[in-house]
T-cell receptor, first 116, second 117 residues
Framework: AQSVTQLGSHVSVSEGALVLLRCNYS??????LFWYVQYPNQGLQLLLK??????LVKGINGFEAEFKKSETSFHLTKPSAHMSDAAEYFC??????????????FGKGTLLTVNP | EAGVAQSPRYKIIEKRQSVAFWCNPI?????LYWYQQILGQGPKLLIQ????????DSQLPKDRFSAERLKGVDSTLKIQPAKLEDSAVYLC???????????????FGPGTRLLVL
C-alpha cells in the first residue's frame, strides 16, 4: 500500500523567508506525487505534480518540488513566502498506472502561516 | 467554465438522523469522486464513479453511506443514520476522462461541512 508522511503539522515563516514543507512517501514502485493547497472554506487545488518526467517540478504561485528517489522524498519549496501563501498544504501519492485508477492517498496536511 | 458545485455548504444534524449532499461536477466530466476529510487529516476517497457506474467504493461504509450518480451527471451522497464520527468535510471532485485513459487533474468543489451532534 502507498502512503505519504508530512513532517510537521504546522509551519510558520516570516514574509519573504524560505518555505519548506516536507513530504516522504512509501511505495514499492515509483509513484506519481502531488502537492495540493487548500485555502479556508475552499476545495483543494493542484499546485504541482510529478509523473515520471523531470525530477524538479515547477508549479503555480512560485512553488516547486524535487523528487528524490534515494530519500523517498518530495519536499515543497518556495524561495520567498507571501502572505497569500497562508493555507493548508497536502502531499498525495498515486500509483503510476491506470489500472488502479490513479487512486490518490493524501497526507495529513501541513498548515502554513506567514507572519508579517 | 463553472467549477464543481456542492450543496449545502454547511449542515448540522443530530446523531441517528439522515443527511444528503449534492454535487454537480464540471460539465462533461466523466469521472466523479467523493472524499471525506476529517479535521486534522487528509481527504480519504469514499467512492469513485465513471459516468453512472461505480469504479471504486472499497472505503465507503456501506452500512450507513450510499451514493448514486443518476444519468452520469450530478451525484448524491447520503448518510443514514449519522454517527458522531461522521463529522467531516465532504468533498466532491471530477475529471474529464475516465482514469483508464490516463492521469488527469482532479477539480475539487468547496465541500460540505457536516457536524453531527
Amino acid at each position: 500500500a502507498q502512503s505519504v508522511t508530512q513532517l510537521g503539522s504546522h509551519v510558520s515563516v516570516s514574509e519573504g523567508a524560505l518555505v519548506l514543507l516536507r513530504c516522504n512517501y512509501s511505495s514499492s514502485v515509483p509513484p506519481y506525487l502531488f502537492w495540493y493547497v487548500q485555502y479556508p472554506n475552499q476545495g483543494l487545488q493542484l499546485l504541482l505534480k510529478y509523473t515520471s518526467a523531470a525530477t524538479l517540478v515547477k508549479g503555480i504561485n512560485g512553488f516547486e518540488a524535487e523528487f528524490k528517489k534515494s530519500e523517498t522524498s518530495f519536499h515543497l519549496t518556495k524561495p520567498s513566502a507571501h502572505m497569500s501563501d497562508a493555507a493548508e498544504y497536502f502531499c498525495a501519492v498515486s500509483p503510476n498506472s491506470g489500472g488502479s485508477n490513479y487512486k490518490l492517498t493524501f497526507g495529513k496536511g501541513t498548515l502554513l502561516t506567514v507572519n508579517p | 467554465e463553472a467549477g464543481v458545485a456542492q450543496s449545502p455548504r454547511y449542515k448540522i444534524i443530530e446523531k441517528r438522523q439522515s443527511v444528503a449532499f449534492w454535487c454537480n461536477p464540471i460539465s462533461g466530466h466523466a469521472t466523479l469522486y467523493w472524499y471525506q476529510q476529517i479535521l486534522g487529516q487528509g481527504p480519504k476517497l469514499l467512492i469513485q464513479f465513471q459516468n453512472n457506474g461505480v469504479v471504486d467504493d472499497s472505503q465507503l461504509p456501506k452500512d450507513r453511506f450510499s451514493a448514486e450518480r443518476l444519468k452520469g451527471v450530478d451525484s448524491t451522497l447520503k448518510i443514514q443514520p449519522a454517527k458522531l464520527e461522521d463529522s467531516a468535510v465532504y468533498l466532491c471532485a471530477s475529471t474529464r476522462l475516465p482514469a483508464r485513459l490516463g492521469w488527469e487533474t482532479q477539480y475539487f468543489g468547496p465541500g460540505t461541512r457536516l457536524l453531527v451532534l
